[in-house]
Each structure stands twice: as C-alpha cells, then as structure tokens.
C-alpha cells in the first residue's frame, strides 16, 4: 500500500489556523540574543516585559501555607469562590467598579483571559479594533479566533493615544470588540477619565461593541490616578475589565490573571476554559488572595522603584541625537521614535533598512537587546523595558547611545 506519510511534508500536517499565525519578532531577538550569550558577549535585556522584583514573603508564605493545607485538587474552572470574593472587592476597592464573584473568571494568566474572550466573542470575520501600538498577542488571538484587526492609528506626538473622533471612524456593522491597554504596553501611555469619556461618548451609540480593557499595569501608573472605563455608567454594562498578577506583583511565573464581565460573557469564557485547561493553579489562586488583600506596601515600594529608573532613563534618552522620546506615565516602557536612523548607515557601510534592522544592529553592536515596534505595529519606533536596575540601565543607555551616534 502506498504509504501517504512519505508523500506529506511535516507543514503540511500542520493547521491552517496555526500556519497562518505570525512568528514573534520578539522571538527572533530572543534568539538572536541567545546566540550572542552563548559565545560569551554580555548582552543587556531590555526587550524582557517582567518586573525584575521577587513575588512579596506575605504572598509566598500564603502559598507555603496553601501547599501544607493540600490545596492539591481541582478547583472550580472560574477559581475559589473566596479568590472571586477577594477580586470583587478588590474591584470595588481600588476601581470603583461593581463586578460581583459569578462576573469574575480566574485563568493562566491575563494571556488566557484574553484568549478565551476572543473565543467567545469573534466569528468569521467580525471586527476587534485597537489603537496601535498594541500588545502583541491580541492581534494574533483575534487571528486565530477569526476575527479581523481594525487599527487606528496614533503617534508619539499625540502620546500614543486615540481620539473618539478616530475611533468613530472604523466601527462599521461587523465591530464586535474595542480593546485596548491602559497603562499601555508597550508605550506607556495612561489614558486620563477625561480621555475615556471622550470614547465613551462614541462607544455608547454602538451597544454591540464589547470593550476589554486590559488594566494589568494599573499600579504601574505615575499619574497615581488609574481610571478604568468600566465606571462609566453609559458603557458599563457590556465593560470587560482585564487584570492579572504578573506586573504589579511581580508574579510572571504563578500565572494568574482575571476579568470582571457581563455575567453572559463570563459564563461562556467559564465553559471555554473548562475545556481546555480548566482552572488556573491552586497554590497560585490561594497565594492570589494575599496578594489582592489590602496590605500593598510592597507593591508600592516597586512602583516607586520604576518611576526612579524611569527618570534615569528618559534623562539618558533625551541626550540620544536623532531620537524622538515621550514621557510615559505608566507600565515599565518606553517606546521612542527612531525613525531618523532609518536609511543611515553602519561604520560597516551596511544601510539600515527598516526598525528591524535597526533593533538587529543594536542587539549586535551596541549589545542591548529592544524590541522593534513593527512587532505591536508601529514600524517608527522601538520598546525598551526599563525593569533593571539603574546600574544595568546606565551601561545599557551608554551603549545604546554609542551605537546609535554611530550611524551616519
Ligand atoms: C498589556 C498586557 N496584557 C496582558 C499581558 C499578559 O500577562 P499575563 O498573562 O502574565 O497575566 C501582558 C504581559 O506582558 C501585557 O503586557
């Protein structure tokens, strides 16, 4: 019998859905940047997008104490009741926003959450809109989920934001979900109540259009003035608000994120998740109600730390020739304008082509690793994450500098 094995490329046996994803660019750096490790080069990471902290000791001794408890077993797929208790006050508390525990699913990290609410709400070719720059994997959860990515567009002039008059001008009858992150990754931008009443204005003519808002860095904010589009009383019904651990409490790798929903919307993302990971860790959501409890010095403590390296590096920036920076007042980023280098050449005499390249030089020459900003589709600029130490920071800047005046 004819073996069709042998006649079938290993792509071949792959879906389309997944043939059809993009490749990280991040993924590339990372590599890349490995390579250089291996042979011995220091390279200085700024292109990783985790606090460089340790989880707080009230937070580990909570999980400590859950493993000694045995809280070894499955969970409710949405997480504890008393979790989605501690996440409806929290809500309350800090938000000013009435989610109640059966509005709130706990999943493996805010990834997740996004993930599942893609799934439930995009059919073949319904619209998800977002003002770019954007975090890199919702345009690839919308892909997969079928749906189509509506860009607005926006720049560092007007501080990376969008107005309600641009978003207007995209919905059409097949908008189904306006996202956006605020404290923003990757550029830092924090919009103002103001600002989000403004879209709100817009948004409540158009009932069938969720807004997930995606507020992980909200105490990453140097406003000290987080607002969530949730509370206003036009759109709140149909807000969904995006949470997790991993950047104000330096959890990355205990994977907890969280959304408060429409009860309809957080009922379907309950059965996705059911069947496909169910629940998130059961240690991590005991440790996870230590954390949303009201002792929050320790987070404080490291957002204090940020606004230090971020006036460090927004000073080093500022004395880079040719580059355009911002002041961003949230996350751990900065995502300046590079587009003046673009077309300049090397001391090699190789012509830097496009912010790919750039970034490509910088990690080779200069040894600093950033991420380019065609990866969250904005091809002008480049990320840098400043979650290092200052002594890091200023080594990093120096090269930075050197590599860049370098070009002509
Ligand atoms: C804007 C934004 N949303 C969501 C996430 C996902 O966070 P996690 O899955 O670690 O909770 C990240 C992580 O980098 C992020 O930057």
New binding site residues.
């Given amino acids: 019998m004819e073996n069709i094995l042998e006649k079938t490329t290993t792509e071949n046996l792959l879906s389309n859905r997944v043939k059809a994803m993009e490749a990280s660019a991040t993924l590339a750096m990372a590599a890349k940047s490995r390579e250089l490790k291996a042979k011995g080069i220091d390279v200085i990471a700024l292109s990783l ?2 606090p460089d902290f340790d989880t707080p000791e009230h937070i580990k001794q909570a999980a400590k104490e859950a493993i000694d408890a045995n809280y070894s077993h499955y969970t409710p797929v949405p997480g504890y009741l008393d979790l989605r208790e501690a996440i409806s006050n929290k809500f309350k508390r800090d938000n000013n926003l009435d989610y109640s525990p059966e509005q709130i699913v706990t999943s ?7 993930a599942n609410l893609m799934m439930c709400l995009l059919n073949e070719g319904d619209e998800a809109i977002m003002p770019v720059p954007y ?1 890199v ?1 919702y345009a690839a959860q919308i892909k997969l989920a079928g749906g189509k990515v509506i860009e607005i567009s926006t720049n560092i002039d007007t501080d990376f934001k969008c107005t309600a008059e641009q978003l207007e001008a995209v919905i059409t009858d097949r908008s189904k979900i306006f996202l956006f ?1 605020s404290p ?2 990757p550029s830092g931008s924090v919009y103002t109540k103001e600002e989000l009443e403004a879209l709100v204005g817009v948004l409540k003519k158009y009932p069938k259009i969720t807004i997930i808002s ?1 507020e ?2 909200e105490h990453i904010n140097f406003t000290d003035k987080h607002a969530s589009i949730g509370c206003f009383e036009a759109v709140k019904d149909r807000v969904v608000t ?1 949470n ?4 104000g409490f330096a959890m ?1 790798g205990w ?3 969280y959304m408060g929903a429409p009860l309809w919307l957080a009922k379907a993302c309950g059965k996705i998740q059911g069947q496909f990971t169910s629940a998130t860790c059961s240690i991590t959501q005991r440790a996870a109600i230590a954390a949303l409890g009201d002792y929050l010095e320790p987070t404080y403590k490291m957002k204090d730390e940020f606004a230090k390296r971020k006036k460090l590096v927004h000073g080093k920036l500022n004395e880079i020739e040719g580059l355009k920076v911002n002041d961003p007042q949230g ?1 751990f980023y900065f995502f300046p304008d590079a587009s003046s280098f673009i077309g300049k050449s090397t001391p090699a005499g190789e012509v830097i082509n496009d912010m790919d390249e750039l970034c490509m030089h910088i990690l080779n020459e200069g040894h600093v690793a950033v991420v380019t900003g065609s990866a969250f589709g904005i091809k002008e600029c480049f990320r840098i994450s400043y979650a290092m130490s200052e002594e890091v920071l200023t080594e990093a800047m120096r090269r930075l500098k050197a590599c860049l005046e370098a070009l002509s």
Avoid: F, H
């Fill in positions: 997008g985790e493996t990290g805010a990834k997740q959450t996004l975090w994997s992150s923003c990754n995606d992980i860095y995006v997790g651990l991993s950047k990355t994977r907890l994120g996350a």
